[in-house]
Nanobody, 117 residues
Framework: QVRLVESGGGLVQPGGSLRLSCAAS????????MSWYRQAPGKERELVAS????????NYADSVKGRFAISGNNAENTVYLQMNSLKPEDTAVYYC??????????WGQGTRVTVSS
């Protein structure tokens, strides 16, 4: 059974940090590129960051460059999103996605991040 389970969300003050985790199971993690998306209330889901299968390439939305960092651990089948200098506009539900060539993709259930004083 394929599972992607996000964790690490919560309430944080502006300027604070959070580290999101996405634990994968039920598929060969190293064969998939991993991504983090987010969806704020009333907005479309958007790509935040992605990392290639081998972890060689990363990609970030302009709005998070220099503040967020995506990393993966194939031994633990986990992908992380380190979020620093958080802003109220980062408030959203964050989703993890696994995808490979051929259009196969899996999504997690999301973890909520709220940035507020």
């Amino acid at each position: 059974q394929v599972r992607l389970v996000e964790s690490g969300g919560g309430l944080v003050q502006p300027g604070g940090s959070l580290r999101l985790s996405c634990a994968a199971s039920g598929f060969t993690f190293s064969n998939y590129a991993m991504s983090w998306y987010r969806q704020a209330p009333g907005k479309e889901r958007e790509l935040v960051a992605s990392i290639s299968r081998a972890g060689v390439r990363t990609n970030y939305a302009d709005s998070v460059k220099g503040r967020f960092a995506i990393s993966g651990n194939n031994a633990e089948n986990t992908v992380y999103l380190q979020m620093n200098s958080l802003k109220p506009e980062d408030t959203a539900v964050y989703y993890c996605k696994a995808a490979r060539v051929g259009g196969v993709e899996f999504w997690g259930q999301g973890t909520r991040v709220t940035v507020s004083s």
